[in-house]
């Protein structure tokens, strides 16, 4: 691969990445990644083979080249109960067969950074995400000195929401990484300890409303023939041919 220059108005367009990308695929990722990857990862990526994947190219190179992959990025899809972020989504995304999906790479040539492309590869997923209707969040990890990568992640509205000690080892060193998520389709973190009080109290006082209700409603139906509550809060029996009871009454209900 030459290293492409860069038109004074690069057109960049996206498309998916397919088997005639398999070589520069495959360059890329070993110039831009310190980790290396076996060969059956490219070939699941370009076969689409449980990989979803998007190449950016300038259709603007001369020379044949205006679709060379100038920009990648693939991901997968993976259950959300199975995940290593199953304590970050809710209690229905948990329990059922709710999914993630979990970005694998994502890079781009030196000469095409700070145009753009990266962050427009990662809309590409979360687009792709939000069409799935079972989909919660997408999610990510980046190695703790990546700041490039971090910064782009915090100004896309991605949420860093675990540091993970020693997740990458790279030639004998321990790296650190952050995870990065980002919800779609109504997902959301489980409450806060807050919201968490919050609804315990709304739901007792539901229920403490409700029993006194029906207390109140059974105690009604027993003297419902014998008396009525007046305003003056006294009970007068309306037994006939018996001396008249003063029976004191407690607020609307009669007790």
Not at 5 to 33: A, M, N, W
Not at 180 to 201: D, H, K, M, Q, W
Not at 226 to 254: D, I, Q, W
Request: aromatic share 10%; with cysteine; charged share 20%.
């Amino acid at each position: 691969m030459v290293k492409p220059k860069v038109s004074t108005q690069p057109k960049i367009c996206y498309r998916p990445i397919r088997p005639s990308d398999l070589d520069i695929l495959e360059h890329i990722h070993g110039r831009l990644f310190p980790i290396r990857y076996e060969s059956t990862f490219f070939h699941d990526v370009v076969n689409g083979r449980d990989i979803v994947s998007w190449g950016a190219v300038d259709s603007s190179r001369p020379d044949g080249q205006s679709d060379e992959l100038i920009g990648f990025v693939t991901a997968r899809i993976v259950l959300a109960k199975e995940s290593e972020i199953v304590d970050m989504l809710g209690y229905d995304s948990a329990k059922s067969d709710q999914t993630l999906v979990y970005v694998l790479t994502l890079g781009v040539v030196e000469a095409y950074r700070s145009l753009g492309v990266a962050s427009s590869l990662i809309r590409e997923v979360i687009k792709y995400a939000s069409s799935i209707p079972t989909c919660r969040a997408v999610y990510l990890h980046v190695i703790s000195y990546n700041n490039p990568a971090i910064n782009l992640y915090k100004k896309m509205s991605f949420k860093c929401v675990r540091r993970l000690q020693g997740f990458y080892l790279i030639n004998g060193q321990h790296y650190d990484s952050f995870l990065f998520l980002y919800y779609v389709n109504g997902g959301r973190s489980p409450c806060s300890p807050l919201e968490l009080l919050t609804a315990i109290v709304s739901y007792m006082r539901c229920g403490f409303k409700s029993v006194a209700a029906r207390l109140c409603k059974n105690g009604g139906r027993k003297i419902t023939r014998r008396a009525k509550c007046k305003e003056s809060h006294f009970l007068v029996s309306a037994t006939p041919n018996k001396r008249n009871m003063a029976v004191e009454c407690s607020g609307y209900e009669c007790v």
